[in-house]
Structures are given as C-alpha cells and as structure tokens.
C-alpha cells in the first residue's frame, strides 16, 4: 500500500474499534497513534501513561506537554515493575513481566471508562527485533493499529511531520531496563545512575544515544552523527569526569555506535 492508503486504513481501523484506551509512552510511535485517535474518536480515547522508576522523568514530562497540546484526557496510573516477582534478575523475557503488568492496568482504567479497547504503538518495525512484550499484548488482547496499517517508524515520522507533531525527528527511546545485560539485576539504584548519565548527555546536546551500564563500566552508545563532536578531548575528559561523579568507575564509547536492542545481540549465543 502506498503511505496515504495505509493512512486511512488507519483511520477507518480506529473508526471501527468505537473507543479505544492508548498505553501512552511520549514516544514517537504513541504520539502519532493518539493523535490519530483522538481525531477520529474524539474523547472516545484516552491516554494513559504508567510512570515507574524506569520511565525517566523528562520523558514523563515531555508526554504530559504534548498530550496537553492534541488534547485527550490523560490519566497517570503507578506501574512499578521492580515490584513484579522476578523482573529485578532481567532475565531474556523481561519485557514480558512488565507489559503483562502494564496492559492489565491500563485495562482496569479502560473499563472504569466504559473503553472497549486497548492499543499499543508497536508498528511493522517492531516485528524483527526480539520483541517478548507482543506475547503479553496479544494474551490481553491489546491491538496494536500501526501494526495492523503495516506502518513503519519512517512512515510514521513522516505523517507525524504533516501532522506538525514535536515528535516527528524524536530519536527513538525504549525504557531504562533495557540498558542492562541480561541477566544483570536491575535495581532502583543502577536506574537512577543511567537516568543522570543520560540526562547530562542530553543535556549537552546530544540526541540519539544510550548509557549501557555494566556494573562499574558505562559504555556509551551515539548516533554515527554524533561521534565527531564527542571526540574531543576536553568534552571527553568533563564527561568522564561526570559519570565518575554518578558512579561509574570506567566510562567507555562504543564504537559501533547506537543500534537499537544491542543487548540483544547476545541471544545467538544463549
């Protein structure tokens, strides 16, 4: 299908769920979906967005600002997954634990507010990476449109960037546990420690990026665009120096750069 088809395919998907009830990250993908949403549903749709210690605070906020400006009701649900049993030993199916959690909340509060469906902003994309996450949403029965449209991340950017929404050139973001090689607990502490480290890199400008923490070593993932500017030994050296500050005893840069899901480049060898 052409985009503008697979648009309103889209569209007319939505049209047909009646309500629907869009687990809501701030991302690209969910922001394009809920805008869809409430366009053709109008306050058929709501938004909720579970915060937790793996949702960083500057991400929570960015969604609370762009749901303000599409303008569906926004509802804040607790979804600690820390709290899950076994999700703190992040074993291979970790995403698993913690979408079951989420879906079944997000759930609960569409039907406080008599909302038949459930929707999440997986896209065609998502379909070849390790992705244990679909396994809980198809079991809850949550739909996924984006899927369903057979839209891709660059085709959703680019009716994003027609629509005007922020999210559009937004690098692609998953949540902080996903920093952590399996099998390595993940603790509200180790989180805490990435969630600064990232925050100073965004902080200095930098934009496509993640902070792999292995124990006493972060190993710093960039955008190939982005390499040139970091090597710089003065920037190299207040970096460093930051991420001691935080916790790190070696701060490393990966030279293969960003890639999405690269903890899941040893699942060849499990």
């Given at each position: 299908m052409l985009l503008q088809e697979k648009y309103e395919f889209l569209q007319n998907y939505i049209k047909n769920l009646g309500s629907l009830a869009v687990s809501y990250s701030g991302g690209v993908d969910s922001t394009f979906l809920l805008k869809v949403a409430y366009d053709v549903l109008g306050d058929n749709v709501i938004a909720v967005t579970a915060t937790s210690s793996t949702y960083p605070q500057r991400e929570f906020e960015e969604?609370?600002?762009?749901?303000?400006?599409?303008?569906?009701?926004?509802?804040?649900?607790?979804?600690?997954?820390?709290?899950?049993?076994?999700?703190?030993?992040?074993?291979?199916?970790?995403c698993y634990y913690c979408k079951s959690e989420l879906f079944t909340k997000v759930r609960e509060v569409a039907v406080e507010n008599n909302i038949e469906y459930v929707a999440d902003g997986s896209n065609q994309d998502d379909l070849g990476d390790f992705r244990p996450g679909m396994q809980a949403a198809s079991e809850l029965k949550v739909v996924s449109p984006l899927r369903e449209a057979k839209m891709t991340k660059d085709e959703i950017r680019a009716i994003s960037k027609q629509l005007d929404l922020p999210t559009w050139s937004k690098p692609a973001f998953a949540c902080l546990s996903s920093r952590f090689p399996y099998g390595h607990q993940i603790t509200r502490e180790k989180l805490t420690m990435v969630?600064?480290?990232?925050?100073?890199?965004?902080?200095?400008?930098?934009?496509?990026?993640?902070?792999?923490?292995?124990?006493?070593?972060?190993?710093i993932e960039l955008?190939?665009?982005?390499?040139?500017?970091?090597?710089?030994?003065?920037?190299?050296?207040?970096?460093?120096?930051?991420?001691?500050?935080?916790?790190?005893?070696?701060?490393?840069?990966?030279?293969?750069g960003y890639r999405t899901g690269s903890m899941n480049e040893v699942l060849k060898d499990i």
């Open positions: 969604a609370k600002r762009w749901i303000k400006d599409i303008g569906a009701k926004h509802i804040i649900i607790e979804s600690e997954e820390l709290d899950i049993d076994g999700f703190s030993e992040n074993p291979i199916n970790r969630e600064q480290a990232e925050d100073y890199l965004y902080g200095l400008g930098f934009r496509q990026l993640r902070v792999r923490h292995h124990e006493d070593t972060a190993r955008g190939e665009s982005e390499f040139d500017r970091f090597i710089n030994k003065d920037l190299m050296r207040q970096v460093g120096k930051k991420f001691n500050e935080i916790g790190y005893t070696y701060v490393a840069l990966d030279l293969n």
